[in-house]
Nanobody
Framework: QVQLVESGGGLVQAGGSLRLSCAASGRTFSSYVMGWFRQAPGKEREFVATISWSGGSTYYATSVKGRFTISRDNAKNTVYLQMNSLKPDDTAKYYC?????????????????WGQGTQVTVSS
């Protein structure tokens, strides 16, 4: 089992940057596929990015590709989401998630563990 705690959210102007972190407990962090999802008020939770256990494979939602970068440091049990060129449409609560299967997934239902989320607000 793994517990996840996100941090790094906040208020930023459009065009700015933020880096989210997700710290995981447990010795088997390096065996988990990790993902970032977000949910805006009144909207469904949506996929943002995912990364393989080794960090060698990543996949992004079309809306963030080229602006966001997911990475991980298995020695620190942490996954990151670097967000650049932020837009007001990026405003949402961002969640970190983990799945124990080997392949990447864009579906929130395939992730077993979730953090409590961190709020990102982008002003215009």
């Amino acid at each position: 089992q793994v517990q996840l705690v996100e941090s790094g959210g906040g208020l930023v102007q459009a065009g700015g940057s933020l880096r989210l972190s997700c710290a995981a407990s447990g010795r088997t962090f390096s065996s988990y596929v990790m993902g970032w999802f977000r949910q805006a008020p009144g909207k469904e939770r949506e996929f943002v990015a995912t990364i393989s256990w080794s960090g060698g494979s990543t996949y992004y939602a079309t809306s963030v590709k080229g602006r966001f970068t997911i990475s991980r440091d298995n020695a620190k049990n942490t996954v990151y989401l670097q967000m650049n060129s932020l837009k007001p449409d990026d405003t949402a609560k961002y969640y970190c998630a983990a799945r124990s299967k080997a392949y990447l997934s864009l579906s929130s239902t395939e992730y077993s563990y979730w953090g409590q989320g961190t709020q990102v607000t982008v002003s215009s």
